[in-house]
Structures are given as C-alpha cells and as structure tokens.
C-alpha cells in the first residue's frame, strides 16, 4: 500500500513539468518560425545563375544558407567579403558591410544571409542569421 | 773541313737547318751519308748499294764446305809466301811453286770472281818474262864478251907494225907504205863498226829488261792496288806477298803502277777528283782517314768503275807496304765491326747494328767475317731496313697514319730507334692536316668558298690520305649547295613557329645562318623559347606521371600566358589534350574566370575562381587570380596590396 502512493505522488508533480516545457518549447518554436518565416519569403540564391549571369541577378534579394570558407578582403569603407559555400555548391563571393563590423564572422561557421545583388553584381548582405 | 761550307744544299736534307718536314728528319736521323767528290751520298738511298746488301741479307751465311776450302786455300798461300818463311833461294821457289798451285785451285771458287786465275796469269806473265829477262842478261853477257873481243881488235888494229911497213925511200917502198897504213885503217874502221854495233845491241838489251821488269812490277803492282781499291785485301795481300816472291830486290815503291797509271809518283795531283770523308765517317786519325778513304772507293766502286777508283787512290798509295799495312788493316777493322754488329743485335740495338753492318758490308763486303754473319742476324737487319724503307715511302705518300705505326713497329725492333723527332713531326703534320680541314668546314659555315676551297686544298696538300678528308669534302660540298635551302627552311619555319623543327635541325641551322647576324639571333631567340618550352613540357609531364593532373594543367596555363611562348607547339597541344577530359572543370573554371576579369566583371570572377579553388584548392591560377580582382575592388585592404595571395 505505501508503494502505490509513492507513485501517485511522483505522477502528480512529474505531469505539471512536462507541461511545462511543452509550452515553452511551443512557444519558442513558434518565435523561431516568425523570424525564420522573414527569409523564408525570398528564394534562394541561384549560384549557377550568379557564375553565368550576375548582372541578371543585379537589385534581387535572395536568402543564401552556407558555410562560410574564407575571408577574402577586409575594407574599412566596405566591409567584409566572404566566400560562402552554400550546400552543394562551390564558394561564393558575398559582402558584408561595415554595419555587420561587430559581428564575429570566422570559416566554418553557418550562417543564413539575406542578400541582395547589389550594382556590382557582388551578393551584399542584408541581413544574417546563425 | 772548311769545303764542306761550299757544298751545294744536301741531296737528302742533311744540314744545321731545322727539318721541315718529318721525311727530311728520319733520313737524317738514319741514314749514313758519305761526301764524294762535293755530292752528298747517302748510304741506303743509295739503289746499288741498297740492292747488293739486301741481296747479301737474305743469303745464307757462306760456311759450305766449299766456301771453307777456299778460306783454307788463301790462308796456306798467305802463309807459304810470308816474308821470313823461307829459308833458302830453293825453298823460296817451291814455295812460290806450290803457292802458284794453290792459286790455281782457289780460283776454282765461283765466289773468288775469277781474281785468283788473274793473279796466276799475271804471276805466269811475269815469270814469262822473267824467263826472257835472263835470256837476254845472257845475251847481253855474250855481247859483252864480244864487245871486249872487239875493243881487243880495235886495240890491235890501232898498233902499228913495223914489220910490215917496207923501209927504204923507194916509191915502191912508199907505196907499200901507204898500202899498209891504208889496211890499217880499215881494219881499225871494221874494229870500230862492231864494237859499235856490239855496244848498242847491249844498250837496246839491257833496255828490254829494264822495261821487261817495270812492265811486270806494274803488272803486279797495278792488281794489288786494285785489289785493295776494290775491297778485296786478301787478295791485294797474295798480290804484295807474290810480288815480293818474284821480285827480291828490296824495290817496296809504287812508281811502276803509278808511271803505267801516267800518275805522278809523290805529289798530290790538283786535277784528280777530290774524295772527302762524311762527316760521320771521317775519324780523326790516319787510320780513320783511310778507312773513309776506302768507303767511299766501296761507293766509287758502285757508281764508277775499278780503274777510276784506283785512279783517286793511287796519290793516296806510297808503298807496298802501305798497301799491305792498310789490307790487314781494313781487314782486322772489317771482323772488329761484325762483332760490333752481333754485340747490338744481342742488346736488340738494330739500328745501330745496321749502321755497323751497312759500314762493314761497303768496307769488306768479300771478307769471310761479313760473308759468315748468321742469317737470323741479317733478316733483323733487313727487317729493319725494310720498315726504314717504308716508312721513308709512307712519309713521302704523307700516309701519316701509316707511318705513325711503322715509327711504333721499329721502336719495338730496335730499341736504340729514337722516334721522338719522327713521331712529334708526324703528329704534327696530321694535327695541321686536321686543322686545315677544320678551317674549311668553318669556312663553308660562314658561306667563304673561295676560303674553303683553299683550306681543303690545303688539308690535301698537308695529308692526303686522312681518313676525315673525304667524309669532310662530301659534307662540306652537300652544305654549301644546302645552304641557301637551310636558310629558306629557317625563314619558313620561324614565320610558322615551329621551335620542334628548327631545333631538331639545329646543328644544319646554326652553320647555315652563322654569316647572317640577323638569322642567327632569331635563331637564337627560337632556340631559347624552345628551351623554355621544353622545361615546361618537362614539368608538366612529371606532374602528370605523380597523378596530378591540375598542377600539369595549371603549368602549361601558366606557360600560355607569357608572352611569346610557343603555345603552337604540337607537343604542347598534345599534352594539354591529354589532360583536358580530367581537368574539364577547372580548366572551364579558370577561364570563365580570366574571361570575366577581362570584362571587369569583378564578381562573376571571383564566382568562378572560387569554384576553381574548389576544384583544386591549391590552385595558384585561382588564387592569383582572385587577388587581381579584390585588388580592383577593395583597394583599401592592406593586407592585399602587400600579399600576393590570401
């Protein structure tokens, strides 16, 4: 008899907790889908259509999900270039401007980038997401 | 030896002067030369005498029986007329006797050439008129008697009888003495005519013997010098030793053979032909002097005849006893030399054992010591000779290589042969030779024929028979009438660039455009792209061998950059062909990449270079490339203006 309420008592806080953090991770899942929800509008960056045609490409936004492989320049007045390499494909140019100077970029590290072509045909960076 | 600055330039190139050719210093090293009558006269290119002693090498040493009866035979008649041997008048004529004999069987031999039978006849003639000398010292002895008999009668016929002459003044007693003085001197005229007549017939007699006995001393006299002159003292010896058999008068003068010769009898005679001894031959000394003497008689002998050489002799000649004095000593000197001559051979020193023998031979070619040397001697000897010979000829056909192994083949021979002289001449003639003809192929490189023509005539006239000359004239001949084509071939294949082929011909190119300064740099200039080419080919294909394909690729991409490299080349293409399927991308890749940079299309360039690093990511091509741009577009980035890569 003592055994069966133990168990009774086990159930009754166990439950509560587990509700819990279903509802944290409800709500957490849906913040993450809004902000997620902000690239997921713009298509990909068309890499093959970049190396045939940049100029065609030139004014688009385009969200760009890769590894970055190197840091190819680093000018004050222009900020950063990157050479990204999205999944299955070959490395990319891709500019960071100087707003995103605070951001610790290194290789290997993934990053969702918002970019738009700008009037180099060189991807700039809008906006990043780890 | 003052005359011997008067004597004309020697026949055979001896002299103070250095030799100027090889020919001219083997016949002076070798050859002994003997100076007659002002010419030169060398001993073995002497044809007579260089027959008569390689017919004497190579016939068997003279030891036959036969020849040694002979040998016996002349030695028993020396010895059986020695002065001092005989005793008495008797013995002397018996042995004169048996010596004559003797004489008669020597002359037998073949080898004696019949000089023993000239002696006996001659010894015959003299005793012939020996016989006639006493018949008319007999006569002149009974004329004698009859001369005194008619001086008698003179002498009685001279006297006056007064018995007979009638006394009284009467006519009658005057006419009977005018008859009886009238007889008187008749008788005394016919006393007188015979006594005359008497006297001259003793005159006239006694003159026959006189010339009885110079006519036979001559005789004799004249055999013994020629003997001698003629090199056969034996008998020049047998000739002396009869001669002072027959005549026992103690008369030793050579004037009977020299008043026969109408030779004066003391003085020199300025008119004769003046014999002077070589300079090798010519031994301080008297005895020296007449052995030169005798050699060049040998000589004279040769060329001339026996009469002219006892002509030169015979103001030489005072005595017989001078005459017997230098046979035995020529004799003695002869068998002196022929053990000279097996003392060399045994130290294999032929050369000088040749010198001594070819001495000896003219010296005393008949003495038993020359006529007895072993024949396994004399072939040495004539092998020796024969290579001299040779090599003289090989020298005068300037067959340089041929006489270059005669001069090792008698160094071997003969031991105390120097080749040293010879053989540098020779090396130096074929050393000039070869040079000649290098002149000629320089000079048909520079395109001078009339330069190439001299020089080949010259090569010719240097060494003939160099094996190089006639290889050289071909090809010398092919590339002049090629050159003009060459050079066409050269212009033809430097408009198309064809490294390969101006380098595969080369050799043909540079000697064709070699008088062309402005071919030749081009050349030049092709010849060190093609090198370049090379190296680059060279790398690639190693590149290629360790499965690196894309650093193969990049090299020859590289190499296509630099201006002026020959991309044309079909090796080149062939290379590249081969690794284009492996290397499709990134080649695709880089030159996507160059063509948008050219455009200025900064972006789409570093898009394609990336994605040729990502092909290859050592890529340097890539990677240069990459830098260009980012200079372009951030110029403001310090570390890419000191960096040539990132």
């Known amino acids: 008899m003592v055994r069966r309420t133990r168990n009774s008592s086990l159930v009754a806080l166990v439950l509560p907790l587990l509700a ?111 | 030896m003052g005359q011997k600055e008067e004597i004309p330039l020697p026949e055979f190139g001896v002299g103070n ?158 006419l009977a003495a005018e008859n009886a003085l009238l007889e008187k001197r008749m008788k005394l005229e016919q006393a007188q005519h015979r006594l005359e007549q008497i006297t001259q017939t003793i005159t006239n007699r006694k003159a026959e013997v006189q010339i009885n006995e110079f006519m036979a001393k001559g005789q004799l006299q004249s055999l013994a010098v020629q003997y001698l002159v003629t090199r056969r003292y034996q008998h020049s010896i047998l000739a002396n030793r009869f001669y002072r058999a027959l005549f026992t008068d103690g008369d030793n003068s050579l004037d009977a053979f020299k008043r026969n010769m109408r030779l004066p009898t003391h003085a020199l005679d300025p008119a004769m032909p003046r014999v002077e001894l070589g300079t090798q031959l010519g031994e301080g000394g008297e005895a020296g002097a007449m052995r030169g003497m005798l050699m060049n008689f040998g000589l004279q002998n040769l060329i001339g005849s026996a009469t002219a050489a006892a002509r030169a002799a015979a103001p030489m000649l005072q005595s017989l006893s001078q005459l017997d004095a230098v046979a035995q000593e020529m004799i003695r000197d002869v068998d002196e030399m022929v053990e000279v001559v097996r003392f060399h051979l045994e130290h294999k020193e032929v050369k000088s054992a040749t010198e001594r023998l070819a001495e000896a031979f003219l010296l005393g070619e008949f003495l038993p010591s020359v006529r007895l040397l072993e024949l396994e001697n004399k072939r040495l000897v004539l092998q020796y000779l024969r290579n001299s010979q040779q090599l003289l000829t090989a020298l005068e056909a300037k067959d340089y290589a041929r006489a270059e192994e005669l001069l090792t083949e008698l160094k071997t021979l003969a031991s105390d042969f120097d080749a040293t002289k010879p053989l540098s001449q020779v090396r130096l003639a ?41 290889k050289t004239a071909t090809n010398l001949f092919a590339t002049s009438t090629d050159l003009a084509k060459a050079l066409e071939e050269l212009d033809q294949l430097l408009a198309r660039r064809d490294l390969r082929a101006i380098f595969e011909q080369k050799g043909r190119f540079l000697a064709a455009a070699h008088s062309d300064p402005e071919r030749a740099s081009q050349l030049e200039k092709a010849l ?50 081969e690794l284009a399927p492996r290397v499709a991308e990134f080649a695709s890749a880089i030159q996507r990449g160059g063509e948008s940079e050219r455009l200025g299309r900064g972006a789409q360039a570093l898009g394609w270079y990336l994605k040729a690093q990502g092909v290859y990511p050592a890529s340097r091509l890539a990677r240069e490339g990459m830098v260009r741009v980012l200079r372009e577009m951030f110029p403001d980035d310090p570390e890419l203006k000191t960096s040539s890569s990132k």
Not at chain 1, 75 to 83: D, Y
């Open chain 1, 20 to 130: 819990f953090v279903g509802v944290v991770v409800l709500v957490g899942y849906l913040l993450l889908s809004q902000e997620n929800a902000s690239f997921r509008s713009y298509p990909q960056f068309p890499v093959s259509d970049f190396l045939e045609n940049p100029a065609s490409l030139r004014g688009n936004t385009y969200q760009l999900d890769g590894e970055v492989a190197n840091v190819l320049a680093n000018s004050p007045s222009r900020g950063r270039l990157l050479a990204v390499r999205p999944q299955s494909a070959s490395p990319m140019p891709v500019l960071l401007p100087t707003q995103f100077q605070d951001w610790n970029i290194q290789k290997g590290q993934r990053y969702i980038f918002l970019v738009r072509v700008n009037f180099e045909n060189l991807p700039e960076v809008i906006e990043l997401k780890k």
């Open chain 2, 17 to 174: 002067t250095p030799f100027d050719n090889p020919e001219e210093a083997i016949r002076a090293e070798d050859y002994e030369v003997l100076l007659l009558d002002k010419k030169v006269w060398s001993l073995m290119r002497t044809r007579t005498f260089r027959v008569r002693f390689e017919k004497y090498l190579n016939s068997p040493p003279a030891d036959s029986i036969q020849d040694q009866q002979y040998h016996k035979t002349v030695s028993q008649i020396t010895q059986l007329l020695a002065p001092g041997r005989a005793k008495s008048q008797f013995e002397a004529k018996r042995n004169l006797d048996q010596a004559l004999e003797l004489l008669q069987s020597a002359a037998a031999y073949p080898d004696d050439s019949n000089l023993c039978q000239t002696l006996y006849e001659a010894i015959r003639s003299i005793q012939q008129r020996n016989e006639e000398t006493k018949r008319l010292e007999k006569q002149i002895k009974q004329l004698e008697a009859e001369k005194n008999k008619a001086e008698w009668n003179l002498q009685m016929a001279a006297r006056t009888n007064p018995l007979s002459i009638p006394s009284g003044d009467s006519p009658a007693a005057r």
């Open chain 2, 430 to 470: 074929k050393l000039s030779g070869n040079l000649q003809l290098e002149r000629a192929k320089a000079a048909a490189a520079k395109g001078d024929e009339t330069k190439t023509e001299e020089s080949i005539a010259a090569a010719v006239t240097n060494w003939h028979t160099n094996p190089e000359l006639e």
């Open chain 2, 528 to 577: 060190q792209e093609f090198a370049k080419l090379e190296g680059v080919l060279t790398q690639a294909r190693e590149f290629q061998r360790m499965g690196e394909e894309f650093a193969a690729w990049e090299i020859l991409e590289s190499a296509s950059k630099v201006e002026g490299f020959p991309s044309e080349d079909a090796e080149y293409h062939r290379v590249r062909a």
